[in-house]
């Protein structure tokens, strides 16, 4: 039988559930109850053990789960949300997501993810903290726009050089770890060739994106956020769309691609081509991005330097 197990997740606790039906257990979110779960899940033998995306509280478990060779995948929320209303679940109880979580995941085919190794794990972390910094940052710079009293401005001053201090600290640990890896260490300076790609560019598409030369081209994509989706029906054709995926990322791809348009060859004159087609200037520079991201999966896939002949 293929079973299939549902984890909901909250602050201090989580509930499991099995695609069989058994009532859902409870267990406190310490190692003991990592511990426990771990047994029972592995008991089950389930073809694979589905989680939603909560904002990091599911990292700890789930790398727990993978160093205890149990298949585990993360999905966004939302498509549970939508899952749970097209099968009629419409009362909500930890324990009841729990039981949609597994109904889900024997239901749809979810690739499990591989357990990355602790540098790519670190990396992560301080690719988010870095995030965290620059949205910071940004919020600081806005304020002393608006700062008419010295008193407030030196405060946001002092404020805006201590994050900037620790902005240029993360990022020296960030490289710091990608230098000693030596497959991190390729894939940064193979990354770097490409024009409009930079040194911290290269080094968040390793940290947020480590499918990057393993997934194809439809794959990376999606993953990305910025593969257009049909939407017809009959002889209704509706607008192709983009989003999902790793907003974060997108969001972080959106100068680069700006610079590749003005200073990558092959790039601009995609986006040319676009614009050509009557397409917005938006659209054209999704397009643009979608394609610099599928030349560098293209290069990592095949340990390719940047080539404008190929594109």
Not at 94 to 119: E, G, H, N, Q, Y
Not at 282 to 291: D, W, Y
Request: with cysteine.
């Amino acid at each position: 039988m293929n079973i299939a197990v549902g984890i909901d997740i909250a602050k201090n606790s989580f509930d499991v559930a099995a695609s069989t039906g058994e009532k859902p257990k409870t267990y406190a979110y310490t190692r003991e109850g990592m511990e426990k779960a771990a047994r029972t899940i592995s008991a089950l033998k389930p073809s694979r053990v589905v989680m939603e995306n909560t904002g990091g509280y599911e990292e700890k478990l789930a790398y727990f789960l993978q160093r205890n060779h149990i298949p585990v995948a993360t999905v966004n929320p939302r498509r549970i949300r939508d899952f749970a209303k097209a099968v009629g679940f419409t009362a909500k109880t930890d324990k009841i997501d729990a039981m949609v979580i597994a109904r889900f995941a024997a239901t749809i085919d979810i690739r499990c993810s591989s357990l990355p190794d602790d540098s790519t794990r670190k990396l992560k972390k301080l690719n988010a903290r870095r995030r965290q910094l620059v949205k910071m940052q940004t919020a600081e710079k806005n304020r002393r726009e608006h700062a008419d009293d010295p008193l407030v401005d030196r405060s946001l001053r002092r404020i805006l050089r201590t994050i900037e201090a620790e902005i240029q600290r993360i990022e020296a640990a960030i490289e710091k770890i990608i230098m000693n890896n030596e497959e991190m260490r390729e894939k940064a300076r193979r990354l770097a060739t490409v024009p409009g790609i930079g040194k911290t560019t290269a080094h968040a598409l390793i940290a947020a994106l480590p499918e990057l030369g393993d997934a194809n081209r439809r794959e990376i994509a999606a993953l990305v956020g910025v593969a257009p989706m049909n939407r017809d029906s009959g002889t209704f054709k509706g607008k192709r769309m983009t989003g999902g995926g790793r907003g974060q990322l997108r969001s972080r791809l959106y100068m680069p691609t700006l610079s590749a348009i003005r200073h990558n060859p092959p790039i601009r004159a995609f986006y040319e081509s676009k614009i050509n087609e009557g397409k917005t200037k938006m659209t054209a520079i999704v397009a643009a991005t979608r394609k610099l991201l599928l030349i560098m999966n293209t290069m990592i896939k095949n340990n390719q330097d940047w080539c404008p002949q190929k594109c």
